[in-house]
């Protein structure tokens, strides 16, 4: 089965394979102090705790393993600064579409690492076989999120109720991104 590499060097950001136990500590503290930022768009920092880190740890190296999701560490300067990814949401929908995900640490915004990053996961998405398109989702009311698939040439596919929890600052809207291989 083919994959992405382990890491991906970019000039001043490395997107690197988490490691379940080296990475845990590290991991934990960089969700703790980006808690109020994410609050307003990711549902799961509700229930964030270090034993959910661990298990979403965890969880990216079996995904990994299995084909199903690809989660990196943003690195900069020798820190992690956030979390993306390419998974498998629904093959039962589309076994040839990935999603793409990604937060920051708020001392990391503005300095371009998600679109970056976002553009390094399609190149390595685009050059593994059966994929046919990816997608990015985000809450309508994330200005933020949705400046990434623009830049990064997406277009923007439909508006749909969201389909799962959602977060304080949520409109319950998600906007669904699109595409396709070149």
Request: aromatic fraction near 10%; glycine fraction near 8%; include cysteine.
């Amino acid at each position: 089965m083919e994959q992405p590499p382990d890491t991906i060097a970019l000039e001043d950001l490395t997107l690197r394979r988490w490691v379940p136990g080296q990475d845990l500590d590290e991991f934990f503290q960089v969700i703790e102090e980006s808690l109020d930022h994410l609050r307003p768009w990711m549902p799961w920092v509700a229930h964030h705790s270090r034993q959910s880190t661990a298990e979403y740890l965890e969880r990216a190296e079996a995904n990994w393993l299995a084909g199903e999701a690809y989660s990196y560490a943003l690195v900069s300067d020798g820190r992690v600064v956030g979390n993306c990814a390419f998974f498998l949401r629904d093959a039962d929908a589309d076994p040839a579409g990935r999603e793409i995900g990604y937060w920051l640490h708020p001392a990391a915004t503005g300095r371009g690492f998600v679109v970056r990053a976002a553009a390094a996961l399609v190149e390595q998405a685009f050059a593994l076989p059966g994929i046919g398109h990816l997608e990015i989702v985000h809450d309508a009311a994330n200005l933020a999120s949705a400046a990434v698939p623009r830049r990064l040439g997406f277009t923007e596919r439909l508006r749909r109720p969201a389909q799962q929890e959602l977060a304080c600052g949520e409109s319950g809207t998600d906007v669904i991104w699109r595409l396709d291989r070149p």
